[in-house]
């Protein structure tokens, strides 16, 4: 753990003030911030259909074909749960887009749109469809168009070039 302790304008650091952590699910924040912009642009909507955006995606529920809308993603409302045994995260060799490949065409638990359950694989499929609407990976549109517009410069989309500092035990996040 590092802490670090501002009082009245003298900051003191515990632990590694160097080091980088994981985020975690913090960023679904940032990537929530960056659809919403796409939208506000005219790029996305929020009633878009995510089988329109990512070429060859399907959905199913109760064997049939199902529509999951960016505000079904957005609020967690698509249909898919965080259960990484019916919903693998990507392995390391995979883009966003073979993953989007890999996870098409699963059943969905729920109908979309009826029933909150969060799951990680709403986020990643709108890394996907940043992506395909941005003509940029995640990383790239992520750090240059939210992280660094907003002075996060020590924040990463990805794993960060200087690695080396990641403090042992954390968990590494998004994958290129």
Request: aromatic share 10%; proline share 3%.
């Amino acid at each position: 753990v590092s802490v670090v302790v501002y009082d009245h304008g003298d900051i003191s650091y515990y632990g590694d003030s160097k080091g980088l952590y994981q985020i975690g699910s913090m960023t679904k924040s940032f990537t929530g911030l960056a659809v919403q912009k796409l939208i506000s642009e005219g790029v996305l909507s929020a009633d878009d259909k995510v089988s329109d955006l990512i070429p060859g995606y399907k959905a199913y529920y109760d064997s049939e074909e199902a529509e999951i809308t960016v505000d079904d993603l957005l609020k967690q409302r698509s249909g898919y749960t965080n259960s990484e045994t019916d919903y693998p995260p990507a392995t390391e060799d995979m883009s966003l887009q073979d993953w989007a490949e890999f996870i098409s065409g699963k059943e969905l638990k729920s109908k979309p749109g009826t029933e909150y359950a969060y799951s990680n694989v709403n986020y990643n499929l709108l890394g996907v469809i940043i992506e395909h609407k941005t003509g940029i990976s995640y990383r790239e549109y992520m750090e240059e168009t939210i992280l660094m517009h907003y002075g996060l410069d020590s924040t990463s989309a990805g794993v960060p070039d200087d690695k080396d500092r990641i403090v042992e035990g954390s968990r590494l996040g998004f994958r290129t």
